[in-house]
């Protein structure tokens, strides 16, 4: 089913079983002997969820070279953790560098508020749906996490005046940010609501703020790409999930998001998924491997000049 304006979902639906897809992809990263990144909460916020082929996934009960393969999406688990590992490594960075207030939008199971050691004196903001942002703290708090940041919490779509309930809940735009917006711009959100979004990001970013995301087009709404995702769609029905792939995101060419942050006055660096496999000392992408939809995303660093 196409997306339609307002819509909404919990963990186990539409859009939202996206994050648990990626958190379960984290869970079973973390299993690996030498793992990229260790998210330890990843594992009991997909059980909480009870999507089977994500509990079996991030329980280690899968194979997951298996499960790419059916679903179209080679080296899926190393992807999710070398971008994880970007992205912590992101915020390490700005965390030397002395900022302390932090927006992570379209949050999902991120649990970066719980596992990360942040300096004293942050203040992490989440930006996502009402009902993800319900459940992750309700999960955590069930298993005795305690944040390790000042965590507050907006529940709210993205294509509202979500810019608004942040200051209401106390963001301060004259303070350095260090903005963080994980597997959203890549077709979750309409072409206006991204322009709108980075648009409202870079007036609240003092001088010194930074910015990371990954952008790119899932899918372009070519026949190829139709048929890609309707392979991947029975992929993960043949494992028990009823997701419709091709409906989740607005299809069409989706914000250059480094070129539009570039006019807005951000220096920004441009990264390839090869770059953060071998950042993550992760074997690199063979040829077969860059055919995926997932290479046709970008990351990016920016910094407020
Ligand atoms: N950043 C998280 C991570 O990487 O683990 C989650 C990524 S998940 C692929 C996409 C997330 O975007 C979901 O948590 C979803 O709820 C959120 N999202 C997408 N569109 C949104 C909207 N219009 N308003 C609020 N959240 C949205």
Redesign the pocket.
């Given at each position: 089913m196409a997306r339609t304006e307002g819509d909404t979902?919990d963990?186990a639906n539409s859009?939202?079983a996206?994050?648990t897809?990626?958190?379960a992809a984290?869970a079973a990263a973390t299993r690996s002997p030498q793992p990229v990144v260790t998210d330890e909460y990843a594992e009991p916020l997909v059980r909480g969820v009870g999507l089977d082929v994500f509990t079996r996934l991030a329980g280690g009960e899968l194979d997951s070279d298996e499960l790419e393969t059916a679903v179209g999406f080679p080296r899926m688990v190393d992807t999710?953790a070398a971008?994880?590992r970007f992205y912590d490594d992101y915020f390490a960075a700005a965390g030397k560098a002395g900022l302390r207030q932090v927006v992570?939008?379209?949050?999902?199971?991120?649990s970066r508020g719980y596992r990360l050691a942040w300096p004293a004196g942050t203040t992490v903001y989440e930006?996502?749906?009402p009902e993800?942002i319900a459940f992750k703290a309700a999960t955590l708090s069930q298993i005795g996490a305690a944040p390790t940041a000042e965590l507050r919490t907006i529940g709210?779509?993205?294509?509202?005046d979500?810019p608004a309930a942040l200051q209401a809940a106390g963001f301060d735009p004259a303070t350095p940010t260090a903005w963080?917006?994980?597997?959203?711009l890549?077709g979750?959100?309409p072409p206006e609501?991204e322009v709108r979004l980075l648009d409202a990001i870079t007036p609240l970013s003092a001088e010194g703020s930074r910015f990371a995301a990954d952008f790119g087009t899932l899918n372009d709404g070519s026949p190829e790409s139709q048929e890609q995702a309707r392979r991947t769609t029975e992929g993960w029905r043949r494992h028990g999930l009823d997701l419709d792939i091709a409906g989740l995101t607005y299809p069409g060419q989706h914000t250059d998001v480094a070129a539009h942050l570039g006019g807005d006055g951000w220096d920004t660096t441009t990264f390839g998924l090869n770059d953060l496999f071998i950042a993550a000392s992760l074997r690199e992408l063979a040829e077969a491997e860059r055919q995926g939809a997932a290479n046709a995303i970008s990351f990016v660093r920016a910094i407020k000049t």
């Open positions: 979902w963990l859009v939202g996206t994050a897809m990626v958190a984290r999710f971008r994880a992570i939008v379209a949050s999902g199971l991120d930006v996502d749906q993800v709210i779509d993205l294509r509202d979500w963080l917006a994980e597997g959203v890549i979750f959100l609501a």
